[in-house]
């Protein structure tokens, strides 16, 4: 069946300038992430839907990030006024279940990379 | 501190070499933990879980030592397709969200 997908794979903008990252998740899954991940750094955990519970938003850098998912399937992204620190890979992942201690595995799409000049 | 630390490496070793990472985690009260591998540019991909009584899968095998909050993996015989980044994940109770913390990840390069 198909995995997570993201689009773009690569987006290129102007510092300053607003930008939306989508991902749609595994048919099915009720659970999914954002993560960033910086050159050479490990992944750094930015958002997190559950279901219809209120998202888990302790990891977001700041107000000029937000993220939606509508009708628990697809979310997207926005970064606002966006700044030359916010280049990076953004990666989403989806699992089954999440939200409980349990071995649920995530299971990542591609990425955007994002390129902020 | 970090939550989840790791030695970045990288490890370069020959084919056929047995290999071992370390990852520490500082939460105590963290419940299950994992290891992904990450090719250059890839996304993470999960390689096992790692349980309490340790688990061997073909020439992997993972270790939790709960009381010194330490896991481990062990490369056996590697192979050249075995060089990817390797990031230790711990799942932690937080604000009573489950929530996955990644190492930065080692870094191992097989050579011929």
């Known amino acids: 069946g198909a995995g997570v997908s993201q689009s773009p794979s690569n987006k290129v903008t102007e510092k300053g300038k607003d930008v939306e990252l989508r991902c749609d998740p595994i048919s099915g899954h009720t659970a999914l992430y954002w993560y960033r991940q910086s050159l050479g750094q490990g992944l750094e955990f930015l958002i997190y839907f559950q279901g219809n519970s209120a998202p888990d938003k302790s990891g977001l850098p700041s107000d000029r990030f937000s993220a939606e998912r509508t009708g628990g399937s697809v979310s997207t992204l926005t970064i606002q006024r966006t700044q030359q620190e916010d280049s990076a890979v953004y990666l989403c992942a989806s699992s089954y279940r999440g939200g409980t201690p349990s071995t649920d595995t995530q299971y990542f799409g591609p990425g955007t990379r994002l390129t902020v000049l | 501190r970090k939550e989840v630390e790791q030695d970045p490496g990288p490890f370069n070793v020959p084919e056929g070499a047995t290999v071992a990472f370390n990852c520490t985690y500082s939460n105590s009260a963290s419940q299950s933990f994992f290891w992904y591998r990450q090719d250059c540019r890839k996304e993470p991909k999960l390689l096992m879980s790692v349980y309490s009584s340790g688990n061997e899968d073909g020439r992997f095998t993972a270790q939790l030592n709960r009381a010194s909050q330490y896991i481990s993996l062990l490369i056996r015989d590697s192979k050249l397709s075995d060089s990817a980044t390797y990031l230790c994940?711990?799942?932690?109770?937080?604000?009573?969200?489950?929530?996955?913390?990644f190492g930065a990840g080692t870094r191992l390069a097989v050579h011929p």
């Open positions: 994940v711990v799942n932690t109770l937080s604000g009573g969200y489950n929530k996955l913390i």
